[in-house]
């Protein structure tokens, strides 16, 4: 079975503090998928990368930065020099990659808050 | 629409009303996904479509809820005798072949009395 684990629920910082958000997988599939998404207050879920596992190449873009460790099976969320409109619900997920189409495993959430 | 598109985006119903959720993905987007989210929680698979075929409808969480989607484009979550625990957010997903990626709609909020 597969399982996404977001041990933080909430995490709070001040602008422009850099923050972490981790997620960690159990899957027994040797090939798969790693997504972020954000949902603002808005509710809709806006898609921000998708990793292969077989890719530990870390990423960034702009202020995002992801590090997939597949040794300790996470991908961690980094968002530097943080602002205001980051604030919002991060979800990070997981889906197989056979063919057709997979669905997606959810962790919790967390629920970051960006103060002014 | 560029986007995944769902309606209505609010619904009330009373315990044991029936309601309708419509969910238009996006242009040629072959596999389509329901997803059900509780307050709090994380988005939980309901069922899959690719084209018109319903693939994976083992997420569903009784028999009181039917999904359809007969010309491979628009699709319809149905809950019959609607029950309080049933309130959540309803969200449906697109995905094309191609890329593999899920975009997501912005979900019917689902509150039953």
């Known amino acids: 079975a597969q399982k996404v684990t977001q041990a933080q629920t909430e995490i709070s910082v001040v602008e422009k503090e850099d923050v972490t958000l981790d997620c960690v997988y159990e899957?027994?599939?040797?090939?798969?998928?790693l997504f972020w998404y954000k949902q603002p207050p808005s509710g809709e879920l806006v898609f921000l990368i998708r990793?292969?596992?077989?890719?530990?190449q870390n990423e960034i873009s702009g202020r995002y930065s992801w590090n997939f460790q597949k040794s300790t099976s996470s991908f961690n969320f980094t968002i530097t020099a943080s602002q205001v409109v980051d604030s919002a619900v991060y979800f990070c997920?997981?889906?197989?990659?056979?063919?057709?189409?997979?669905?997606?495993?959810f962790g919790q959430g967390t629920r970051l808050t960006i103060n002014p | 629409g560029a986007g995944v598109s769902q309606s209505p985006r609010y619904k009330v119903a009373k315990r044991g009303q029936d309601v309708a959720l419509r969910c238009d993905p996006i242009?040629?987007?072959?596999?389509l996904f329901w997803y059900q989210q509780a307050l709090g929680q994380g988005p939980e698979f309901l069922t899959y479509?690719?084209?018109?075929?319903?693939?994976?409808k083992s997420g569903l969480p009784s028999d009181r809820f039917f999904a359809e989607r007969p010309e491979g484009s628009v699709s319809t979550l149905k809950i019959q005798r609607t029950q309080q625990e049933d309130s959540a957010v309803y969200l449906c997903?697109?995905?094309?072949?191609?890329?593999?990626?899920?975009?997501f709609g912005p979900g019917t909020r689902l509150t039953v009395l």
């Open positions: 990793r292969n596992s077989f890719d530990e």
């Open positions: 997903a697109s995905s094309s072949p191609r890329d593999g990626t899920q975009y």
């Open positions: 899957t027994r599939d040797t090939t798969y998928y």
């Open positions: 997920a997981l889906s197989g990659i056979s063919q057709g189409a997979q669905k997606l495993v």
């Open positions: 479509f690719q084209n018109e075929a319903q693939l994976d």
């Open positions: 242009s040629g987007h072959v596999s």
